[in-house]
């Protein structure tokens, strides 16, 4: 007879034998396309397995949408970059290589699945904006807040937030063939694309920390 902790182990083997599987056949065919038949053939597992674990095909499209986030990126890799000495600039730069990376050397199914949610969004994409962009939001917007010298809470910056990262999530959408120019920027040189993300980064967030230190004083006076 089993005991708890190995039935428990079993449980996490299939659970993540599924998510896999799904995950692939979610980036392969897209949400529409995929089927619980399929997820449990390819999982080799039986239908009543993802019921038990998901509860139903939104349920495992939601959880591989979680996953999918969290390897672009983590809680965790923000907390531990956060909380380094390192200048707020380094960090951005960081944060970017890491973005990079995610989105184009290690272009797993995560990448394409997120890439298809961006351009084709779905309801479940509402567990991302309830659970995973929250929770890595402030961590952002702190980066950029000593950066531009504006308040986490001032809208400007959350202005500033949308102009840094949404270059790193097109990324995610300009996969191979693409677009025109799509393999031509995969074949870019990694160091010159975080360089150019990032001085792009730098630069409009010292142009709109200047200006709102300027709005600032004006208000002042």
Request: aromatic share 6%; net charge positive.
């Amino acid at each position: 007879m089993k005991t708890t902790r190995a039935k428990r182990a079993d449980g996490d083997m299939t659970y993540n034998r599924i998510l896999e599987a799904a995950g692939e056949l979610f980036a392969s065919a897209g949400f529409a396309e995929t089927t619980n038949k399929m997820i449990a053939a390819r999982a080799e597992v039986d239908l009543a397995s993802i019921n038990y674990h998901f509860g139903s095909r939104n349920g495992v499209y939601q959880a591989v949408l979680v996953d999918a986030h969290r390897r672009f990126v983590s809680v965790g890799t923000l907390q531990r970059l956060v909380s380094t000495d390192l200048p707020a600039r380094e960090k951005l730069k960081r944060l970017i290589e890491g973005l990079v990376e995610s989105a184009i050397l290690d272009r797993g199914w995560h990448a394409t699945v997120l890439s298809r949610e961006l351009l084709s969004p779905t309801s479940n994409l509402q567990v991302l904006q309830k659970t995973e962009i929250p929770a890595k939001l402030p961590f952002v917007l702190s980066i950029l807040s000593e950066i531009a010298m504006i308040p986490p809470d001032d809208p400007a910056l959350l202005r500033c937030l949308i102009s840094v990262m949404a270059p790193c999530a097109m990324l995610l959408v300009i996969g191979p063939k693409a677009f025109p120019f799509a393999d031509e920027i995969q074949r870019m040189s990694r160091a010159a694309l975080i360089d150019h993300l990032y001085s792009f980064a730098i630069g409009g967030l010292e142009a709109v920390g200047r200006d709102h230190a300027r709005q600032r004083s004006l208000k002042s006076t």
